[in-house]
């Protein structure tokens, strides 16, 4: 009996053995599927930032290019004679903060800005502006504009700055200005005159590019206003 009775406590001892590794096995990952765990995580994390990038995004914004008026319409043909005025200087325009976002800001019936984010500039404001601004003076003047910093043997008779106070797009669709045209001496040291300027260009309708077209004219206003009061100051001198 004796002999007998040991083979089966070797067999439960081993059977207690076996068991108690399933039991350790199942409270832990295997090597081999912690892999594919992590495998599905990742794939489950990249899938979600698909489609959360899939939701938050949109078309691209509408960009729009500001061009000068073309001369034949803009200028009659008396216009286009010598002006008497010499080699003019110009500096980039001045815009006040909201507009020199590239995002469209238009004045609300209520009086507030708003920013157009699907419909924006295609280049910066200031550096739209002061190329339109510089091709309407060289224009009207019939003369030779440079934008600083110019040349060292470039000596202009008349230095040209704008400072905007308020560039909005009005609620009919096309722009409201506001500001000041700054004549200076060639070497900028001396304030020649101070023309105040405030334009309103009306939309027929309220296209975007309609408030583009309000902000050509109204560059070509404030040309003609600088060229007409350098003439004064000619005619004084």
Known sequence: MKNDTQPLRRFGAQRACHCGDIGADHGRILPGRRKSWCRFSTGCALVGLMLLSACGSGPPPKLYLLEPLQPI??????????????????SAVILPGYATNTQIASIGRNGTVVQDDDHRWAEEPEDAITRVLSDRLRERASTTVLLEPWPRDYNPAARVEVVFDRLLREPLGGADMVGQIL?????????????????????????????????????????????QALQELNSKS
Do not use: C, E, W
């Not at 319409?73 to 110009?90: D, H, Q, Y």
């Not at 200076?184 to 101070?194: A, P, T």
């Not at 009306?202 to 050509?216: N, Q, V």
């Open 73 to 90: 319409a803009s200028l009659p043909p008396s216009v286009t004679s010598s002006t008497g005025i010499g080699l003019l200087g110009m």
């Open 183 to 227: 004549l200076l001496s060639g070497d900028g040291r001396k304030l020649l005159r101070n023309v105040p300027f405030q334009i309103i260009h009306y939309g027929r309708d309220t296209k975007k590019s309609t408030f583009f077209m309000a902000i050509s004219q109204g560059i070509d206003d404030i040309a003609r206003m600088a060229v």
